[in-house]
Nanobody, 126 residues
Framework: EVQVVESGGGLVQVGESLRLSCAAS????????IGWFRQAPGKEREGVSC????????YYADPVKGRFTISTDNTKNTVYLQMNSLKPEDTAIYYCAYTAVVYASTCLEAYEYDYWGQGTQVTVSS
């Protein structure tokens, strides 16, 4: 059974950092992509960052480029999202998700993901 479980959310001040973790199981960790998505109150879910597990190609949404970094620890089947210089607009529930197939040019399209975690709240206070 495929499972992805997020952890690491919390309440931080503007400019601070958080690292989210996504522990994955039930599939070969080199196949195919894990993505981080977020949903703020009243807004649609949006792609934040993703990584193609075979090859390690990464993608970032424009609002987080230069501030967020996605990485993997293959020994732990875990994907991390390091979030620096956090802003109030980063406040959202963050989800990680897994897909075995990616058709889009990036891996940031939520509709391509079949397996989702329960989400972790990130709140950035000003």
């Amino acid at each position: 059974e495929v499972q992805v479980v997020e952890s690491g959310g919390g309440l931080v001040q503007v400019g601070e950092s958080l690292r989210l973790s996504c522990a994955a199981s039930g599939f070969r960790f080199d196949d195919y992509a894990i993505g981080w998505f977020r949903q703020a109150p009243g807004k649609e879910r949006e792609g934040v960052s993703c990584i193609r597990l075979s090859g390690g190609t990464t993608y970032y949404a424009d609002p987080v480029k230069g501030r967020f970094t996605i990485s993997t620890d293959n020994t732990k089947n875990t994907v991390y999202l390091q979030m620096n210089s956090l802003k109030p607009e980063d406040t959202a529930i963050y989800y990680c998700a897994y897909t075995a197939v990616v058709y889009a040019s990036t891996c940031l399209e939520a509709y391509e993901y079949d397996y989702w975690g329960q989400g972790t709240q990130v709140t950035v206070s000003s």
